[in-house]
């Protein structure tokens, strides 16, 4: 009798960024046009640098001088000017950017069921762990661009979305080799901050409309800060799934809210 198996790889990668990158609006990017905040100090071009990385490193410009010298009259006329030159005022401007870091470990799964008519549900589940640190709030999301999935791949229940995607592994080929692409099984995706396991908020887009297909999910109310993330994954499939190697290549994902 044929010995039954089944391999899935489940793959994440960290992605917060559109493919193409302009640096035109950044606050730095602003300086000196319409949209600065603060007209009477312009940094523009100033950056140590000179490069792409004046917008994400920390530095100052400063410029300006002025001079003035005067005698004091012991009446309400006080300090009687005698040269008033450049400019003597003290002005300060900040700009602090829109900032996220993170990072994200075992997020290369590998779920082996050699034996899949007695797999335990611990079997079946694996957790990946990261970090999210930022100064707006934030979605992370699970975006399934390029993963040939819809809406309708996405299960909700009362208009919530559950985490669960339909369909979400598709067998690629058996042992022998031979095409299984029409198969498929379903995954549920929860994620953790310290509350508790939590569905995603919403399906969509995010980031301008940057990252697509995504799941999301909106971290402490959308609280600026320091999270410690957790990701359940649990593998649905079918207890006579058919044997054979099934993936998904989701990426993980962060969008500000804005």
């Known amino acids: 009798m044929k010995k039954a198996f089944l391999v899935l790889a489940c793959v994440g990668l960290l992605c917060c960024f559109a493919s193409a990158q302009t640096w035109s609006n950044t606050l730095y990017n ?14 523009s071009g100033q950056g140590p640098a000179g ?15 002025g001079s003035w010298a005067g005698v004091y009259s012991w009446d309400t006329d006080a300090w009687l000017t005698i040269y008033d030159d450049g400019d003597g ?21 590998y779920f082996h069921l050699g034996d899949p ?34 809406p309708s791949d996405f299960e909700e229940v009362g208009g919530a979305y559950t985490g669960r995607i339909f369909d979400a592994m598709v067998g690629s080929v058996d042992c022998g080799g031979r095409d299984i692409s029409s198969e498929s099984f379903d995954m549920v995706i929860l994620m953790s901050w310290g509350s508790g ?6 399906y969509g887009v995010g980031a301008h409309g940057t990252i697509i297909d995504s799941l999301w999910w909106l971290v402490d109310g959308g609280t ?5 993330l957790t990701w359940q994954i649990t593998i649905e499939p079918d207890t006579h799934q058919p044997d054979g190697n099934y993936a998904l290549d989701p990426l993980i994902v962060a969008a500000p809210v804005i």
């Open 117 to 150: 008519l007695n797999a335990s549900a611990a079997d079946k589940q694996a957790y990946m762990t990261g970090t999210l640190n930022c100064n707006n709030g934030m979605y992370v999301g699970v975006s399934f661009e390029g993963q040939n999935k819809d």
């Open 30 to 43: 602003q300086e000196g046009t319409a949209s600065d905040g603060y007209t009477p100090i312009d940094a």
């Open 224 to 228: 600026p800060g320091y999270y410690n």
């Open 51 to 65: 490069d792409t990385s004046d917008n994400y490193t920390n530095w100052k410009y400063q410029y300006g001088s």
């Open 197 to 202: 396991w939590m569905v995603p908020d919403n």
């Open 89 to 109: 005022s003290m002005e300060i401007e900040v700009d602090i950017e829109m900032y996220c870091a993170t990072s994200i470990a075992d997020n290369k799964i």
